[in-house]
């Protein structure tokens, strides 16, 4: 009986080992300059422990079974954040057969294989907002990540971020530049633009207050014999996905360019309640910065990427540094593929152009975004206690000539030049030999 209870107490213990967690890894990267954007820059060091910054300073000491890494001078600062882009998306990202398209979600068609996220971290990029298109005034729902190359598409979510909703204003939704056989959609004016946004509001209170009334009519019939159970209403998906805008679970990021536009929407969305994060583009938000800053509205925007249309010519190099300066919260987006590998020197484009301080243009492309997209007590800073997202640079993140050399998203190496141009070079010599090698006679 007490060699039977001894093995039992020794598969228990067996069990509880094996259900605790494995060891963290830690990782020192040492002598470093290191820009942590909140503090201080300083030449030190930083101790990672899982997928969190531990610790930063100088001479940290490194226990047994740390792995380390000598940076050797390199520059250290926050991974990048891209708060607009369109990769890791399959299949289109617009949704054009219908004008209103809240329903539809990008987390149904990311795409864990798409090239660009690798390409991303070879810039620094280690968290974006990938967002449905402009094509629709109220558009599908968009979806925060992280770059984790090699992850499924579970895997790339970043969890805790708030789910968003594409709106669109101007030349896209009301179709100007759009050709092709039919009858032309509605609305062909800005003005019915903003209208279709205001009907589908309208029409979404009147769907929750019908689903107010059902759910109290249950909650009656509750404990009463003989009561009859009232019928639910008719779900609708375009609804439910209005409603969670009026209810704050998704937080707009509008497409637009126009300053009155945009003030026009201000006053739309506060109005009902609705929480505009963000104006996507917004060339001429140095217009209406009054306007921005006391809704608390953000800019997400380009350095120097204007007059590709009517709408886009009103603007300057120097939008993004006079809104920041008025006080408006700013930050530089990619909207495409290549340019998310060098935003970096979008950023310092903004020292160039309106003469904002290192520390103000690095936050453009760190801090900012990551206030934007609703994960800024994540990510975006490098602090103790912060996810470990970091880009390494072999100059200063804004030199002209600056390369980056290493990104690691929580805690993890996801791209190493010196170890990635070292596998290329294995790789071309390894099909060089395999192509010299005496081919055997076929007998």
């Known amino acids: 009986m007490k ?35 909140a503090g201080e820059n300083f030449d030190g060091d930083i101790l990672i422990i899982g997928t969190k910054i531990a610790k930063l300073g100088k001479d940290l000491p490194a226990e047994a ?73 109220i558009g599908g729902r968009g979806v925060c990540l992280k770059l984790r190359w090699g992850a499924d598409a579970e895997g790339l979510l970043f969890k805790g971020a708030p789910l968003t909703s594409k709106w669109a204003l101007g030349e896209n939704p009301k179709q100007t530049n759009f050709s092709g056989a039919g009858k032309p959609r509605y609305p062909r004016s800005r003005m019915g633009v903003e209208e279709s946004i205001r009907l589908e509001f309208d029409q979404a209170r009147a769907y929750m207050k019908t689903w107010e009334t059902y759910e109290k009519k249950i909650k009656e019939t509750r404990g009463r014999k003989g ?52 104006f996507e583009h917004g060339l001429e938000g140095y217009r209406i910065t009054n306007e921005l800053v006391e809704n608390n509205v953000a800019v997400s925007t380009f350095a120097d990427f204007w007059a590709y249309k009517w709408e886009a010519f009103n ?14 919260l700013v930050a530089l987006n990619s909207d495409d593929a290549e340019r998310m590998r060098h935003l970096f020197l979008d950023a310092a484009k903004t020292l160039r152009f309106g003469g904002l301080s290192e520390l103000e243009a690095l936050k453009t492309i760190t801090l900012n975004p990551a206030i934007i997209m609703g994960v800024d007590k994540l990510t975006g800073t490098l602090e103790a206690g912060k996810d470990a997202d970091i880009a390494v640079f072999n100059r200063h993140p804004l030199d002209p000539y600056t390369v980056c050399q290493m990104t690691i998203v929580d805690g993890k190496v996801y791209f190493d030049r010196a170890k990635y141009l070292d596998d290329r070079r294995k790789a071309e010599e390894a099909k060089k030999a395999a192509a010299e090698a005496p081919k055997e006679k076929k007998s």
């Open 227 to 278: 009561a009859a159970v009232p019928l639910p209403p008719r779900k609708d998906y375009r609804l439910e996905a209005v409603a969670d805008i009026l209810r704050g679970k998704l937080w707009v990021r509008c497409h637009a360019y126009q300053g009155p536009e945009m003030a026009s929407i201000i006053r739309l969305c506060r109005e009902y309640g609705v929480k505009l994060a963000a």
């Open 315 to 328: 603007t300057m190099p120097h939008s993004a540094a006079l809104m920041a300066k008025r006080g408006v």
């Open 65 to 137: 079974g740390t792995e380390v890494i000598d940076l050797k001078g390199r520059w250290i600062m926050p991974g990048i954040i891209d708060s607009h882009s369109h990769i890791a998306i399959e299949g289109g990202v617009n949704e054009t057969g219908d004008l209103i398209t809240a329903e539809v979600d990008i987390r149904d068609v990311l795409n864990p294989e798409d090239l660009n996220i690798f390409y991303a971290l070879t810039g620094g990029v280690t968290s974006i907002h990938t967002t449905h298109g402009s094509a629709n005034p």
């Open 3 to 37: 060699k039977k209870f001894f093995i039992l107490a020794l598969i228990g213990l067996l069990a509880a080992a094996a259900a605790l967690p494995a060891a963290e890894e830690r990782l020192l990267l040492k002598n470093a300059h290191v820009l942590p954007i």
